[in-house]
């Protein structure tokens, strides 16, 4: 601890080897408010470490809260079995060949924030407007990638770690959510041909 | 120099995040979820004002970094960084990655963290104006709340796991795997590229027996980098290390963390400019002494 305090001094150290190039020597005013700074300091440090430490209360809460920036960090501490469920979207062509049809289809903030309103749209019965607007996206756009695809789907899977780190990426069960046809524009029919 | 750095890396956060940001502020208000200081708004803002909020963060990190008239642009850079990352998880999912990063930038906000290497400094030797000796003592108190902070919030991370339905079991291969498999499994199906390197060792559970183990010994013992300077080093070290880890095997990207500016306020940050003007004066004196030799 000893060690620690020395920061301080030698931050103060930089600053008064600033000055003295400068020809400028250091004025001893406000020492008496030290006592008085150092305690507001202390407690608001106190402070900031207890709302740091104060969520891990939300561990034995029957539905804990999470928030920002102070968190109790639950990522990773999820019991999981063998297997997992996954709510997700695929395209089809006129053939029935699958497509994987990428979050950003979905919504603009990331993989794991578009992720979770995936799941809460599907939770809330909504999978049929969330598949809308995925195959109107999927429509209108130019790209030769998703130029085949006929009908798109939201479907929930539910996979085996082991047979699909194994090369089996078949789902044990699948459940579809919602199934849109895909209306072309205009623009994108002319590149997908 | 913490300031310095931890500025960089608040303020090219929110520039390389700059459209991906902007673009949430026009999703569907259905899926608003207010958190932390946003809780104070019932419906989302107009899109324009998060974008005006986000150029207004972008504009006060420049004198924060520059150390430009910090009594004002200090508080009011971290006020702007913790609202504006509000916002951003404020549409049903929380990223972990950002909560140091601000919390960090709030310590320094309030500190005086501009009388060396900044603007402010510059401009009071060119007035005459000298610091107060009886500031000494309070950089070394903001260092050492970064570092408590830091600690702290790892801490929190370790307890959640053991306080989780899988207790101290967390740490054994097959659970930790499992959380691997099941980030991997929705990467992939949701079009994101996945971690290649975990296909190679999902069959070896005694590896994610040690990521397990090694995770636990971190964020467990992470109270204890602040009994001395070098704990605190190894600490950090290990901790910077272990996310690497992560990225290899599990491709979870937490940059601040990887970039190791996390971990700046555990070394001795303010001597990095003290050792580049001696490197200076010693190959000025160098080429000094060559210069009548060649002559």
Same mark, same amino acid.
């Given at each position: 601890m000893r060690e620690r305090t020395e920061g301080g001094a030698k931050v ?22 030290? !006592? ?5 300091a202390g407690?608001v440090g106190f402070?900031l470490l207890?709302? &740091? ?15 920002? !920036? ?32 990428? *979050? ?90 | +120099?913490l ?5 960089? *890396? ?18 569907? !208000? ?32 420049? !004198? ?40 960090h930038?709030?310590v320094l906000?309030?500190s ?25 003592w309070q950089y070394g108190f903001a260092i050492r709340l970064i570092c408590a902070v830091t600690v702290c ?55 994610? &027996?040690? +990521? ?13 980098a602040l009994l001395n300077k070098?704990?605190g ?8 290390? +272990? ?22 306020s555990f ?29």
């Amino acid at each position: 601890m000893r060690e620690r305090t020395e920061g301080g001094a030698k931050v103060y150290r930089l600053v008064s080897r600033s000055t003295e190039t400068h020809g400028i020597g250091t004025s001893a005013g406000q020492s008496l408010h030290i !006592p008085v700074r150092k305690a507001l300091a202390g407690l608001v440090g106190f402070l900031l470490l207890g709302a &740091t430490l104060a969520p891990i209360v939300q561990n034995w809460r029957p539905t804990p809260r999470d928030s920002f !920036p102070f968190s109790y960090y639950p990522m990773f501490s999820a019991k999981r079995g063998d297997t997992y469920v996954v709510n997700y979207m695929v395209g089809l062509d006129e053939q029935g060949n699958r497509y994987t049809i990428p *979050f950003s289809f979905a919504g603009s903030g990331g993989h794991n924030q578009t992720r979770r309103q995936i799941d809460r749209l599907v939770r809330e019965g909504k999978a049929a407007m969330l598949c809308q607007a995925i195959a109107d996206k999927v429509g209108s756009d130019a790209g030769p990638v998703y130029a085949h695809a006929v009908t798109v789907r939201v479907v929930t899977g539910e996979f085996r770690f082991d047979d699909y780190f194994n090369g089996n990426k078949t789902p044990e069960k699948e459940r579809i959510r919602a199934t849109c046809q895909v209306a072309r524009t205009e623009q994108a029919k002319e590149v997908g041909h | +120099m913490l300031r310095i750095l931890l500025g960089m *890396f608040a303020f090219c956060l929110v520039a390389a995040n700059y459209f991906i940001w902007s673009a949430i502020g026009y999703t569907s !208000p259905e899926l608003f979820k207010p958190v932390g200081v946003v809780s104070i708004l019932s419906q989302p803002l107009a899109p324009v004002v998060n974008q005006v909020l986000l150029i207004g963060t972008l504009l006060l990190g420049v !004198p924060f970094i520059l150390g430009w008239r910090y009594q004002i642009t200090g508080p009011a850079f971290s006020a702007f960084l913790l609202w504006v990352i509000s916002y951003r998880l404020s549409w049903s999912m929380i990223y972990h990655s950002m909560h140091l990063v601000v919390l960090h930038i709030l310590v320094l906000g309030f500190s005086p963290a501009a009388d060396a290497l900044s603007l402010d400094a510059h401009r009071r030797s060119l007035a005459g104006a000298g610091q107060e000796a009886s500031r000494a003592w309070q950089y070394g108190f903001a260092i050492r709340l970064i570092c408590a902070v830091t600690v702290c919030a790892y801490f929190v991370t370790g307890i959640a796991k053991v306080a989780s339905p899988l207790g101290w079991s967390w740490a054994t291969g097959r659970s930790i795997r499992s959380q691997v498999a099941a980030d991997a499994i929705r990467k992939e199906l949701l079009g994101t590229s996945g971690a290649g390197l975990f296909y190679r060792v999902y069959n070896y559970v005694w590896l994610f &027996t040690i +990521m397990g183990l090694l995770s636990f010994i971190v964020e467990l013992g992470a109270p204890l980098a602040l009994l001395n300077k070098r704990l605190g080093r190894l600490w950090a070290a290990t901790a910077y290390l +272990m996310h690497w880890g992560i990225l290899f095997i599990m491709a979870i990207e937490f940059r601040y963390h990887l970039s190791g500016i996390l971990y700046a306020s555990f070394f001795d940050m303010e001597r990095v400019p003290v050792w580049l003007n001696a490197l200076r004066a010693r190959l000025a004196a160098r080429l000094v002494r060559a210069t009548p030799a060649k002559a």
